[in-house]
């Protein structure tokens, strides 16, 4: 189904198998699954934000520090984002910075104080630095991260 001419905002998306109940299972506890997004329509982009069927019930999310806190244009760092509140399935992402945009992944949650995740920096783009802000799930960090060309 199109997204449509929906706003920019946070939406839940839920795939559910079987919902008439026609299959025999011993189980049905797996016929739902969601993952709640953050859609930019302007943009067009969407985050992962988690992967429950209900908004993130935890809104004191905060980044203290990101490590390192800068990368030259075609590496591939690992980075570690320290805070509270972080949880399995939390996204992470760059925005309003100019340039190409980082890209992460491997991201993997240890506890829930720490987020590591690798993150590759594209050659090109814009010739000044740019300066990134990170967010992790419902929070941003300014100014988080810089790419040295």
């Given at each position: 189904m199109p997204?449509?001419?929906?706003?920019?905002g946070d939406y839940i998306l839920k795939n559910e198998i079987d919902p008439l109940h026609h299959l025999r299972e011993a189980s049905?506890?797996?016929?739902?699954?969601?993952?709640?997004l953050r859609i930019d329509?302007?943009?067009l982009t969407v985050q992962v934000l988690g992967t429950t069927c209900s908004?993130?019930?935890d809104p004191n999310v905060t980044i203290s520090s990101v490590t390192p806190g800068s990368a030259t244009g075609g590496s591939t760092v690992t980075v570690t984002i320290l805070g509270s509140?972080?949880?399995?399935?939390m996204a992470v992402s760059f925005e309003n910075g100019s340039g190409k945009t980082p890209v992460v992944s491997n991201v993997s949650v240890v506890g829930s104080t720490q987020i590591?995740?690798?993150v590759?920096?594209?050659?090109?783009g814009s010739l000044s630095d740019p300066v990134w802000d990170i967010r992790v799930g419902p929070v941003v960090k300014p100014d988080?991260?810089?790419v040295v060309r």
């Open positions: 997204f449509g001419n929906n706003p920019s049905t506890a797996d016929n739902v699954s969601c993952a709640y329509a302007v943009a908004p993130p019930s509140g972080f949880s399995a399935g590591n995740c690798t590759t920096i594209p050659t090109g988080a991260f810089r």
